[in-house]
């Protein structure tokens, strides 16, 4: 029982370090309101987590880059409005991004976190 | 083939592609003949004229102090002095500002690249493919192609990138050289304010950036070259900044002409979304589409438009460690610069507000995407970083990529490049006739200007259509101009232009002859004035003769202008505003070119009342002396102008952005009164709806679901639209729908009931809407009386077009006419239809609220600080109208006095509010409008003892003064069962008379200030009676000339005037005047003929249009007149008096006729007077300095390169010897 407990807690650990999961649940709830503070309030804790938790910086901007071809589609098909609500989530998504991987680089100016090509 | 171990061949490649393809780009500005033409890229249509626009600082082609453009001449100076030299024309000079500037950026962008990654020698191949790209990109991005519009904000963007880069170089290497280097580009960069202040911060921005990532260490030796990098820029600049430092050490700020409001920041930042400013797309006037026609390209060119910023973004996720640091920064400006790019249009706008209300030089930030131009040379970079990283890739994989991308970045701006560089901004031919008319003006001696007209080319000319033409005329002037350049001048000219296309004046040369104006030009080529029938009007002047008329433009001359520099004989204080000017100017022997002219009313230049023979009065003088320290300016408690609104700033002057015409207009009020150069509050609404409004059915008024029936609402065109119910519903089961089933002309309509409403009362509106191939729909409120006559319609909504699924919309309206019983709301569409038909649109669940509960009081509270404790005089200048009701003014939050604004008379009038008892400290003054129009000034609140000392002084200035009180029929005299007229046309004072008949009463009060004997003169047609106070008199005249009563005697004080009419048959009061006198016979004109002359210039000697040595003999103090545009910076000095030689303080002018300098000269005798506008030395000096600054820079770069090639010669030598 209480390996099985133990086993579900690692698993929403786990759920919990999912920066890819939880960059998404902060884009899901950016996305459902207009209330301006909760949407700076889930960003600023999205970059509290992955500063902390040391996750990998790029991906909210991964997620940026392919949030901005969805309004580029919405744009296309649907209304700018829509294209800019979510051009906003991107900006958001950038700010994080960007502010993520400064702090990384201030923290460990000589470790390489990327993949090196050459 | 490139050879990778020989860079410049691989850079010559770069130029020469850069190059050809900048060609192809400019290809048909280049071959097509004549001049470009748009917007602000309106220049002269010869180079010495453009030069003249940069240097001196004073223009004398438009009158204009230059100091806009004086810091151009670093840029622009040796290659307008080579083109004059080779004698290239002004349109090839400006096609090569346009293509070298092109490459420039082109290059620019390349070499920044290039020296900014530092290649091995391995890669250089591949960085100068890269650069190769991005400098493409930077070329012709879309802020690229609109920046074209603004030349030298062009050019600065064209150098940014090299500026930047050597920036990062010097703060990294520590080297000397490029100190001097980003000196010198800073110099060439300052010719914009905009980009010297852009790339300054983003220069400091760099430099916290690697202090941050260096831990501040090793910064001292960086810090120094900056230094130094900051001192030889300020050096090489002294040239502009030294006349810059004096303007304003003499209280003259040489910043734009306009008022910077939240309502201007708001229009410019329009287009500012997230998703333009992201794609660089956030153009607030778009001069041509940015995108194609077709349906299916359109969407392609939505993807590709996203090409550069994901492009750019991308670097953040395959960066190199090494070009990381790069990469953040470059990342880290591009997002703080996406948010300030979209200006207002946000949801943290309060952030754009504060910068632009609070920031010093907030005006260069009143464009916010401006910004962009920045973003998109972060962009460039960024997009460079990411390119490397495809490099990599197999050739195949990274040509394709590469053509790829190219082709997307190439589809996404190629619309908007071919409209701008193949469309708006294609030469045209100036018209012949502007050079034969420049050459006929040209043909004379003497100093004379030219006034060309009309003011402006608005709505465009016949010879350049589809162009915005800016002012070609004036700038191309063969001889000197006055234009509407500066405030005060373009403030007179509109008020001469409008009194000659309203008929107001037969003499308009009077208005003209002491600008020094010899030659009218009119060019009947501007399709907007064709229905003033300017050209008959000026046929009809008295004073003003035509000269030549080739085809479109007719040359009238001016014999009786006067010279540049004048002595008038008497000298004239009007109080009033410009109208009481038009009034002066219909007395036949008065000439205002011998009267010199002054309005009190206009700048508070009290103490000059001590030098006029002659004081015009409207109120009473005293206003004028009231001390600085004592006004409260309400237009500096308010950063609005939206009157509708709210309480919101302008000026009489008639600033962009902050003028008061167009309302006066609006209410059909004549009015040309000054504001003592404080600004002014205006607003005509009294509630304004509170920003916390929940819409529930509490409120509700109406209500339409259409489940039923149509309930009410109809069509029009029923031939071709029907309205029916429909199924397809938003809410409940039914909606209505209309159909369009023909393409034709004329808006189609659906409209709503008459819905009763009052007036003044907001209604909230929601409902929603759905269109199919809808086309322009867009929805309007209509305003009925009580037998549902129509009033008024205004445009409320902007729906949509296309297809669009159901739209919740809502939006506030407040009927704004009086008699306003009904309301109608109506959708317009369909006009000229160019979507599929049918065009279909459904409307549902229509509910209309009273928003009366959530209403607010419009109010503008001023904070006011009281020095000492005691009692105080509270006076107020506000603006009495026909339109007028009720303001409300309050201390601390109590009401002090509410003040009934209504008159039947339209002017500025001071009114005391009341005495009040303060305690030294803050205190908030409430200024709230209760009903009307109404326009408030400014306050004064003076401690009561001296305002005592004020009116003793006032008193004592008037003595021995000529008192003039001036009444016009039409505008300054009370009446009932009167009407105006204009059928004298220009022969009455102002275009219009008072028609009297038998019940007509005219009555006014006048406030005498001095008491004496006094003379009326009232100009009439008929027989009247006049009664002053219990007094009657007769005045009789046939022909309608002056009729007089008096001498008659009058206490100061308040006195009755009355008139009627006399013997049953209809009169005409055109003006009446009252005057001082001590003569029983004196007439009016008598007043204005003067014999005797204070002074007369003997001799006058221009040496440039900044510096002029005038000769005087002068017998009493005088006024010296001199014709340019009112500048404080001018100012004249005695420096030889009798021969010898003295030195005497500088006089700084005043505005004569409130538009030229007056300086007033406390001296006799023969006297040697210099007239200089003082900058120019300035000038002078800072050019000297910064051309020495600049030679050793240059020398020292010379240097510099010299010993690095020795020192690699050396090396190369030791090299092979050690082999």
Redesign the interface.
């Known amino acids: 029982m209480e390996k099985l407990l133990k086993k579900r807690i690692n698993k929403i650990r786990a759920l919990i370090d999912m920066p890819l999961a939880y960059t998404a649940a902060a884009i899901l709830i950016a996305y459902n309101t207009d209330n301006?503070l909760l949407q700076l309030g889930t960003f600023f804790a999205l970059l509290l987590i992955i500063v902390i938790k040391k996750h990998d910086s790029?991906i909210p901007?991964?997620y940026?880059?392919i949030m901005?071809?969805i309004?580029?589609?919405q744009?296309?098909?649907q209304?700018?409005t829509v294209?800019?609500q979510?051009?906003?989530i991107?900006?958001y998504l950038?700010?994080v991004?960007?502010m993520a991987?400064?702090i990384e680089?201030?923290k460990n100016?000589e470790v390489?976190n990327?993949h090196?090509?050459? | 083939m490139i050879n990778s171990e020989r860079p410049y061949r691989v850079h010559l490649s770069a130029i020469f592609i850069i190059s050809i393809i900048s060609v192809i780009a400019c290809y048909k500005i280049i071959f097509t003949e004549g001049l470009i033409l748009y917007g602000d890229f309106t220049f002269p249509t010869s180079i010495q004229r453009f030069f003249d626009m940069h240097y001196p600082l004073w223009n004398q082609y438009g009158s204009t102090n230059s100091f806009q453009f004086i810091s151009r001449l670093a840029v622009r100076g040796i290659p307008l002095i080579l083109g004059n030299f080779l004698g290239i024309s002004a349109g090839l000079f400006y096609k090569l500002m346009v293509l070298s500037t092109m490459i420039l950026s082109g290059l620019s962008m390349y070499f920044a690249f290039f020296y900014l990654i530092t290649p091995s020698r391995s890669s250089i191949k591949k960085i100068s493919t890269v650069a190769l790209i991005i400098s493409l990109i930077y070329m012709f991005n879309f802020k690229a192609i609109q920046t074209i519009s603004w030349p030298i904000l062009y050019f600065g963007y064209a150098i940014a990138p090299i500026t930047l880069v050597c920036f990062i170089k010097l703060v990294s290497t520590s080297n000397v050289r490029y100190a001097m280097i980003v000196a010198f580009l800073m110099t060439l960069m300052a010719g914009s304010p905009h980009y010297l202040v852009f790339i300054a911060l983003l220069m400091v921005s760099w430099l916290v950036y690697y202090a941050i990532i260096h831990k501040f260490k090793n910064l001292q030796k960086s810090m120094e070259l900056i230094f130094i990098c900051l001192i030889m820029f300020l050096l090489t600049s002294l040239f502009w900044i030294l006349p810059y430092v004096y303007a304003s050490i003499c209280g003259s700020s040489p910043a734009p002409e306009y008022v910077v409001t939240s309502e201007t920041v708001d229009m410019l930042s329009r287009n500012s979304e997230t998703i333009n400013t992201f794609r660089l797309t956030d153009i607030w006037w778009q001069h041509t589409s940015l995108t194609p026609e077709n349906k299916a390209l359109q969407n392609i060119w939505t993807f590709s438009s996203f090409i550069v910023p994901i492009l750019g973004f991308s670097s953040l996720l395959v960066s190199k460690r090494k070009y990381w640091k790069y990469s953040m920064f470059f990342s880290l400006i591009s997002v703080i610069l996406v948010f300030l790019s979209t200006g207002t249009n946000n949801n943290l706008s309060f952030i754009y507000s504060w910068i632009i209300s609070e920031l010093p030089f907030s005006w260069l930030f009143r464009t916010p995407n401006k910004l962009t131009m920045i973003l998109a040379m972060m962009y460039s970079f960024l997009c460079g970083i990411t390119l490397m990283y495809i490099y990599e890739n197999n050739w195949i994989k990274k040509i394709a990529t590469y053509s790829i991308l190219i082709v997307l970045f190439g589809l996404s701006v190629s619309f908007m490049a071919s409209g701008y560089l193949y469309g708006i901004f294609t030469p045209v031919q100036i018209p012949e006739e502007y050079y034969d008319v420049n050459n006929f003006i040209s043909g004379y001696q003497g100093e004379y200007k030219v006034l060309w007209l009309p003011l402006d080319y608005s709505k465009g000319t016949n010879w350049a259509s589809g162009k915005l033409v800016g002012p070609i005329d004036i700038l191309s002037s063969s001889i000197p101009t006055i234009a509407a350049f500066n405030i005060n001048s373009k403030n007179y000219l509109n008020y001469v232009f409008d009194t000659l296309i309203e008929n107001k004046s037969y003499a308009i040369n009077k208005s003209i002859n002491f600008l020094n104006v010899r030659y009218i030009i009119f060019h009947d080529d501007v399709g907007s004035y064709e229905k003033y029938n300017i050209k008959e009007k000026l046929l009809t002047q008295s004073g003003i003769v035509l000269q030549e008329n080739n085809n479109f433009i007719y040359a009238f001359e001016n014999p009786a202008y006067t010279k540049h520099a004048s002595i008038p004989v008497q000298n004239i204080g009007i109080l009033g505003g410009l109208n009481k000017f038009t009034s002066i100017n219909n007395i036949e022997h008065f000439e205002p070119s011998i009267s010199a002219i002054f309005f009190y009313d206009q700048f508070d230049y009290d103490e000059y009342i001590r030098y006029f023979n002659i004081v015009i009065l409207d109120n009473p003088p005293i206003f004028s002396f009231f001390n600085n320290r004592y006004l409260i300016k309400p237009f500096d408690s308010t950063n609005h102008h939206d009157p509708k609104r709210m309480w919101s700033k302008a000026s009489t002057a008639n600033p962009l952005h902050g003028d008061i015409l167009p309302y006066f207009e609006r209410f059909g009020i004549e009015n040309r009164d000054f504001d003592y150069g404080k600004g002014l509050v205006l607003t005509w609404t009294n509630s304004i709806i509170g920003p916390t409004v929940n819409l529930n059915d509490k409120d509700l008024w109406q209500r339409y679901d259409f489940e039923s029936s149509l309930d009410g609402w109809d069509v029009n065109a029923k031939d071709i639209q029907t309205i029916s119910q429909n199924d397809e519903a938003h809410s409940g089961k039914k909606s209505i729908q209309s159909t369009l089933i023909d393409s034709k002309r004329g808006w189609k309509v659906i409209s709503s009931p008459f819905i009763p409403a009052t007036y003044s009362i907001p209604y909230g509106w929601k409902f929603y809407v759905k269109g199919e191939n809808a086309h322009v729909v867009h929805a309007k409120m209509v305003e009925y009386d009580k037998d549902k006559k129509f009033l008024t319609a205004k445009q409320v909504l902007s729906i949509g077009s296309e297809t669009f699924d159901w739209k919740d919309v809502t939006f506030d309206y407040k009927p704004e006419d009086k008699r306003t019983q009904y309301i109608q709301f109506q959708i317009w569409h369909g006009h000229e239809t160019t979507q599929p038909l049918p065009n279909k649109i459904w409307l549902d669940d229509v509910r209309v609220y009273d928003l009366t509960k959530y209403l607010e009081p419009v109010t503008l509270d001023m904070d006011v600080n009281i020095e000492k404790d005691g009692a105080y005089e509270l006076f107020v200048r506000y603006f009495r109208n026909k339109d007028g009701g009720a303001i409300d003014i309050a201390m601390d939050g109590q009401s002090v006095q509410k003040i009934n604004t209504y008159d039947q008379l339209n002017k500025f009038v001071w009114k005391k509010v009341n005495t009040l008892d303060l305690k030294k400290g803050k205190h908030k003054l409430t200024l709230t409008n209760l009903e009307g129009f109404n326009a408030v000034n400014i306050f004064a609140l003076i401690p009561s003892d001296e305002y005592a000392d004020m009116e003793k002084k006032t008193e004592e200035l008037l003595e021995g003064k000529r008192l003039m009180y001036v009444f016009e029929g039409e505008s300054d005299l009370y009446r009932t069962g009167a009407n105006t007229s204009k059928k004298y046309g220009g022969e009455a004072s102002n275009g219009e008379v008072l028609e009297l008949n038998r019940n007509s009463t005219i009555w006014q009060t006048v406030s005498i200030m001095r008491s004496g004997l006094y003379r009326m003169a009232l100009k009439i047609k008929g027989d009247l009676n006049v009664k002053i106070d219990d007094n009657s008199y007769k005045a009789s005249s046939n022909n309608t000339d002056y009729a007089y009563i008096g001498p008659l005697y009058f206490e100061k004080g308040d006195h009755n005037m009355e008139i009627t009419q006399r013997n049953g048959e209809v009169s005409d009061l055109d003006v009446v005047w009252l005057y001082s006198t001590d003569n029983e016979n004196e007439t009016l004109d008598d007043i204005f003929i003067v014999n005797e002359t204070p002074a007369t210039v003997n001799e006058y000697n221009k040496h440039d249009p900044t510096l002029y040595n005038i000769k005087v003999n002068a017998k009493k103090p005088f006024m010296l007149s001199f014709a340019e545009s009112y500048d404080p910076l001018w100012y004249a000095e005695v420096t030889k008096r009798n021969g010898i030689e003295t030195k005497s303080e500088k006089v700084r002018p005043v505005p004569l006729y409130s538009v030229i300098n007056g300086f007033w000269i406390n001296q006799t005798g023969d006297l040697e007077i210099k007239i200089e506008y003082g900058p120019q030395k300035w000038f002078y000096v800072g050019a000297a300095i910064s051309l020495t600054a600049l030679l050793l820079c240059v020398i020292y770069l010379v240097y510099d390169w010299r010993r690095g090639r020795r020192k690699k010669k050396e090396t190369t030598e030791t090299g092979k010897k050690k082999q």
């Open positions: 301006e790029r901007i991964a940026a880059i901005l071809l309004s580029a589609f744009l296309a098909f209304s700018e294209a800019n979510t051009a906003i991107v900006y950038l700010c991004g960007v991987q400064f680089y201030i100016p390489d990327h090196e090509n050459e």
